[in-house]
């Protein structure tokens, strides 16, 4: 049984699988998320240890004000304690993860916090380059997609061709502003197929950074 820890958090705790240990009690692929709260806060500790591992500001990396990461901290993780919090934050990438901010909100189908805070760090991590679901350090794409469809139902009902999710928002912004992003009018004869509608599989950016962190104290 997880026992909660009261003694003060610091970013040497190790490998971002060990911090979401700290968190939750468990290993990622090990954890119950069958329940609609425990997903969620699984969801958050997995964005919390990948924006973690690497680096800089954690809340700018989560696209959430500081205020907004203490909040979430103390709503799901209120025995971890002593996050290393930083004002500063990631105006390279402030206006394109605002607009899929807005794009999630406006599309949200639960009430509260939590899906706000899903909304900004969602937005956030889409801007970075790899699989959306490997940059929330999630699992697999299939918790991505039923993140979205928890939270942002609206919106990810119409993803009904399964389009790669990054790619679905921006065209959803794009039609929303008139503009066409595809070169040709039915996807099925488009040679950037692959990159829409391509599998996204592999292993998650969590187990990948503790293998490779495994490796070198070898």
Known sequence: MF???EDRFERSVGSPAAFYRRLTGV????ADIAADA?????????????????????AARLGLAPAALEALAEAHFPHVRGLTLRAAGDAAHDDEAAMVRDLLVAHR???????????????????????LW???G????TELTRLLERHFQ????????NMRWKRFFY?????????????????SACGDFESCFGEETGESRLARIRRASEVVRI
């Open 3 to 5: 026992t909660p820890v």
């Open 138 to 141: 999630l699992n697999a794409r």
């Open 109 to 131: 189908s639960q009430p509260g916090r939590d899906t706000l805070w899903l909304a900004a760090i969602v937005a956030r991590r889409a801007v970075e380059p790899n699989h």
């Open 154 to 161: 609206p919106l990810a009902v119409r993803n009904t061709g």
């Open 171 to 187: 065209r959803t912004l794009c039609e929303a502003d008139g503009l066409v992003m595809c070169t040709t009018p039915v996807c």
């Open 27 to 30: 290993d990622p692929a090990a």
């Open 38 to 58: 425990a997903f969620d806060r699984h969801v958050f500790a997995c964005t919390l240890a990948v924006a973690l591992s690497e680096g800089g500001d954690l």
């Open 134 to 136: 490997e940059d929330l």
